[in-house]
């Protein structure tokens, strides 16, 4: 079964013990808008998005965004 976003940002909060006030804190957005962009991660900016990987939450977006191509180097 695929999970969606949601699910993957809950699954990385509780295995960090965050609360998603703190990361909207963190990202310096109101808990709205992080929900908004936990709905349409298109809607994350890109300081947000290293913002998140410098907390170490993994979103998986490479399996949503069909334009994130892993290639090999």
């Known amino acids: 079964m695929t999970e ?3 699910q993957v940002f809950s ?3 509780k295995r960090l013990n965050l609360k998603r006030y703190e990361v909207a804190k963190e990202l310096g957005i109101t808990y709205p808008a992080l929900k908004a962009k ?3 991660p298109d809607r994350f900016t ?3 998005l290293k913002k998140l990987a410098e907390l170490e939450i ?8 069909s334009r ?3 290639k090999d180097v």
């Open 4 to 6: 969606n976003v949601e």
């Open 68 to 70: 994130i191509i892993k």
């Open 11 to 13: 699954q990385e909060l």
């Open 58 to 65: 993994n979103l998986q977006l490479e399996l949503y965004d």
């Open 46 to 48: 890109y300081r947000e």
């Open 38 to 40: 936990i709905d349409n």
